[in-house]
């Protein structure tokens, strides 16, 4: 168990479906990330967020929206995906700009596009 | 822009033999590395990281890197090898004041008994 919460596992979803992808964080960690994860191709950031603002997205198509209400949790809504969408999406929280401390990852939520 | 390489998509080493997993990076600056593993199923967990200091890093379960500035590589070993450690994997770098955590493909470990 790392501190890091991600809900649900596993999610499948139709391509013209919305859903929401939790993760949730009570270690202290300013920083927040959302990484995909998927067969064929290594981790790739997707967001960074750092005191609740994004300081980062790594050209993610606007299907994927993020949102960071507040510094212990991070949100990521999904639409009209496509089925090569389909990976494991992993959360990750760290202190602030990595300065002391390493990233902390959630166990992911596995997505299907069907 | 900041980079990580793992040469090897697969390492195979018997139980009890000593193992390496290579890791070379490309950063602007000075570098924050990390070490990963990643079990079926799982997210990934925190072995080792070098911020500074001393070469030579250990981390959980008997493992240690070392970091290496003139050939920009932060391999990862351990003496003698367990079945236990057969899983994935990762190279992480960031650079000092930047948000952003890369990882490298991975390398799959397999542990032989």
């Known amino acids: 168990e790392t501190g890091v919460t991600q809900t649900p596992r596993h999610l499948v979803m139709g391509m013209t479906n919305k859903k929401s992808l939790k993760c949730e964080q009570h270690?202290?960690?300013?920083?927040m990330y959302w990484y995909k994860q998927s067969a064929k191709k290594p981790l790739e950031l997707m967001f960074v967020y750092n005191f609740k603002e994004q300081t980062e997205n790594n050209s993610v198509p606007s299907r994927f929206s993020p949102e960071c209400p507040n510094s212990s949790h991070l949100f990521l809504h999904l639409h009209t995906l496509q089925p090569e969408d389909s990976a494991l999406y992993l959360c990750a929280s760290s202190l602030s700009r990595v300065r002391t401390g390493e990233a902390f990852f959630g166990q992911g939520t596995r997505l299907t596009v069907v | 822009a900041q980079s990580v390489a793992q040469p090897e998509d697969q390492v195979n080493v018997a139980e009890g033999n000593p193992l390496t997993v290579k890791c070379t990076y490309s950063?602007?600056?000075?570098?924050?590395l990390f070490w990963y593993v990643q079990y079926p199923n799982r997210g990934l967990q925190f072995l080792l990281k070098?911020?500074?200091?001393?070469?030579l890093v250990k981390g959980s379960y008997g493992f240690e890197a070392e970091f290496n500035k003139s050939q920009t590589s932060f391999h990862l070993k351990k003496p003698s090898a367990l079945v236990s450690d057969s899983a994935l994997y990762f190279c992480?770098?960031?650079?000092?004041?930047?948000?952003?955590?890369?990882f490298g493909k991975g390398t799959r470990l397999h542990i032989l008994p």
């Open positions: 950063v602007s600056g000075n570098p924050y």
């Open positions: 270690l202290g960690h300013n920083a």
């Open positions: 070098y911020i500074t200091g001393d070469n």
């Open positions: 992480a770098v960031s650079a000092r004041g930047d948000d952003k955590i890369i």
